[in-house]
């Protein structure tokens, strides 16, 4: 069964704290992983990965695919509390010839001042 | 940027109605997406819906409770049937506006079921 594994659930730091979230999948027929982050009820865009070992950036957020490992990890630097939001990860697989995501559970993040 | 309208953004519904979602997107895209995140959970993939095709469900999803329409490439509804409670969650659509900047959600509908 594929499945999409995100730790830790839910996390508490102090603004200006570095914060590492993860995630493990193992899905059929992988394309790509993606990495959003849901404050209200739309999921926002941050990172798409499909080449191993090719770290993403934007400003202070940074990603990283390791296909061997079948996981990925999000890093935040220099956290702030408009960083507070719930982080997904998804797995964009292919299913009939149609590409779908499936999701981890989340990462609740909470940025105290 | 390319946007996905989504409407309405909430509603609260009695149980045995039924309410439709409308999406819109300002491109024309190939296929649309239905998602579910209920209270406190990940995002679950409903259907796809496909222009000129029936929707394809998800194991655990029925035409019956949740119908789509796809009259055009930039247009998708989905109705919620008969509701119960347990179908209060956030319902959300999207599709691939753009190749290597991921999939686009709609601005989501927050439905409670009283």
């Known amino acids: 069964e594929d499945k999409v594994v995100q730790s830790p659930l839910s996390l508490v730091v102090h603004e200006g704290d570095t914060v590492t979230l993860n995630c493990s999948y193992e899905?059929?027929?992988?394309?790509?992983l993606l990495w959003y982050k849901q404050e209200k009820k739309a999921p926002t865009f941050l990172f798409m990965l499909?080449?191993?070992?090719i770290e993403k950036k934007s400003g202070r957020l940074s990603s990283i695919l390791d296909k061997k490992e079948l996981s990925s990890i999000l890093n935040i630097t220099a956290t702030q509390t408009g960083d507070s939001a719930i982080y997904l990860c998804?797995?964009?697989?292919?299913?009939?010839?149609?590409?779908?995501?499936?999701f981890g559970q989340g990462t609740t993040l909470q940025v105290k001042p | 940027s390319a946007v996905i309208s989504q409407k309405p953004s909430r509603d609260i519904c009695q149980r045995g109605t039924s309410l439709t979602i409308q999406c819109q997107v300002d491109?024309?895209?190939?296929?649309m997406f239905w998602y579910r995140q209920q209270p406190g959970q990940s995002l679950t993939l409903i259907a796809t819906?496909?222009?000129?095709?029936?929707?394809?469900?998800e194991s655990g999803f029925v035409i019956d409770k949740f119908p789509i329409s796809r009259p055009n490439l930039t247009f998708s509804t989905l109705t919620v049937s008969n509701m119960s409670p347990e179908d209060s969650s956030i319902y959300l659509c999207?599709?691939?506006?753009?190749?290597?900047?991921?999939?686009?959600f709609g601005s989501g509908t927050r439905l409670t079921v009283v």
């Open positions: 899905v059929t027929n992988f394309r790509s």
């Open positions: 499909t080449s191993s070992g």
């Open positions: 998804a797995v964009e697989f292919l299913s009939s010839n149609t590409g779908k995501l499936i």
């Open positions: 999207s599709a691939l506006l753009r190749t290597n900047y991921g999939y686009t």
């Open positions: 491109s024309q895209v190939t296929m």
């Open positions: 819906a496909n222009q000129g095709s029936e929707a394809t469900y």
